[in-house]
């Protein structure tokens, strides 16, 4: 029975069931699916990366094509080196030509200046000794003429002086009279020397013949009172004092100037290297008047102020026109020794690499650039070296030239 029941047993596990066996292949299908499906599932991933890098492969490619083009478009791109302009567009643009000359040329040299007083013919009047200030007779501006009195003033040195001066004269007139042979000579000459250092002392301190005579007479002026008076003709610039005032000895208190000829200081670059003639002409304006003067003199130092070269020149004022303390302008004339090709300032251009250019008309209205030399600068001229006589150029409105030869085209209305 026992053997019985195993030998079932065993048959039951080799000889199973239809469905379970049905069962098992279907699960093993699946998982072979699910596998399979796995792996197609790989193969679609991989499928996309593919996709993606071939995308980038492309997007290099049209970009090195891009390149080859951009390469093959500047290679094939000329820069403009020429301007053509109609008739229009140069009105417009205020566009002038003219033709190249080689000429002698007369240019000027600019520079600030300062109307002087002539200092040889001007006077500082002032007291020889400590004095008091009792009466003016001027005023500021006043033309006065040689030996006008201008101040009187009180000086105790000057009583001192007037007074041995009134000792010495009567004692000097009574010797003189009776003479050497009476007297003997160093009675004489004692006399002599008195009289001679009393007037002295006084026209040191400022006294002339005049007021000297008026102390010959006993009793005659208070002592210790004089005048000043004008040594030259003029007009009173200053007159710095007070009535009253105590004003200490070479103290300024008239200033007489004859403005009929006048300085004018000019102030040129220190490194400036022009050479200026004694008697060079230069052209002054003054508040809106132009007169001519001449140079006299020159500094040979720089001004330690204004780090400049002074050269003085001398302008004629007949008409009392300009007045010191007046600002001028200044032009010394001059002219080319040799003839020179020289252009306008504004003829000229710079270009990107540095080098100056000129723009040359090779036809009406068709212009070319042409490099050129800079030389000496020749007031608003420049004389330059890369072209010759006759040929036509850019005078005014380079810039306009060099604008559409840049930019490929002009429009002076900025269409």
Request: cysteine-free; glycine content about 10%; proline content about 3%.
């Amino acid at each position: 029975m026992k053997k019985t029941l195993i030998s079932v047993f065993v048959l039951t596990l080799f000889i199973a069931p239809p469905s379970l066996v049905q069962a098992e292949e279907d699960a093993h299908n699946e998982a072979g699916h699910d596998h399979a499906a796995g792996g197609d599932d790989h193969r679609e991933g991989t499928g996309e990366e593919d996709e993606h890098e071939g995308g980038h492969a492309e997007e290099r490619e049209h970009e090195e094509e891009g390149h080859g083009h951009e390469e093959e478009s500047d290679g094939g791109h000329e820069e403009a080196t020429s301007a053509s302009i109609n008739a229009k567009q140069k009105e417009l643009a205020g566009i002038e030509v003219a033709t190249l000359e080689s000429k002698r040329v007369d240019y000027e040299i600019y520079a600030p200046g300062e109307l002087l007083t002539n200092g040889y013919t001007s006077y500082h009047v002032s007291p020889r000794v400590a004095s008091v200030v009792l009466r003016r007779h001027v005023e500021l501006g006043e033309h006065v003429t040689k030996g006008q009195p201008l101040v009187t003033l009180f000086s105790e040195t000057v009583a001192q002086a007037q007074a041995d001066y009134r000792k010495a004269f009567p004692e000097w007139e009574r010797i003189s009279g009776l003479g050497r042979s009476v007297v003997g000579d160093q009675r004489f000459n004692t006399a002599k020397a008195n009289i001679e250092a009393a007037r002295a002392t006084l026209l040191a301190y400022g006294l002339n013949d005049d007021d000297i005579g008026a102390l010959k007479a006993s009793g005659v002026g208070s002592l210790g009172e004089y005048t000043l008076r004008a040594r030259v003709d003029g007009a009173v610039l200053t007159d710095e004092f007070e009535q009253g005032q105590r004003v200490e000895a070479g103290q300024p208190l008239v200033t007489l100037a004859n403005e009929s000829e006048l300085w004018v200081e000019a102030h040129l670059p220190a490194n400036s290297d022009i050479v200026l003639k004694q008697g060079a002409e230069a052209e002054v304006r003054v508040a809106g008047r132009v007169a001519v003067a001449t140079v006299s003199q020159e500094a040979h130092t720089i001004d330690a102020v204004t780090r400049t070269r002074i050269v003085r020149l001398e302008l004629d004022n007949p008409e009392d026109r300009f007045h010191p303390g007046m600002f001028a302008d200044v032009y010394f004339l001059f002219k080319t020794k040799e003839p020179v090709l020289a252009v306008p300032e504004s003829a000229l251009m710079r270009r990107a690499d540095g080098d100056w250019t000129v723009y040359v008309e090779e036809a009406e209205g068709e212009y070319e650039p042409v490099e050129v030399e800079l030389g000496r600068s020749i007031g608003g001229l420049r004389e330059i070296s890369g072209l010759t006589a006759g040929q036509r150029i850019v005078s005014r409105g380079a810039f306009f030239v060099a604008s559409e030869i840049a930019k490929g085209g002009f429009d002076p209305h900025n269409h």
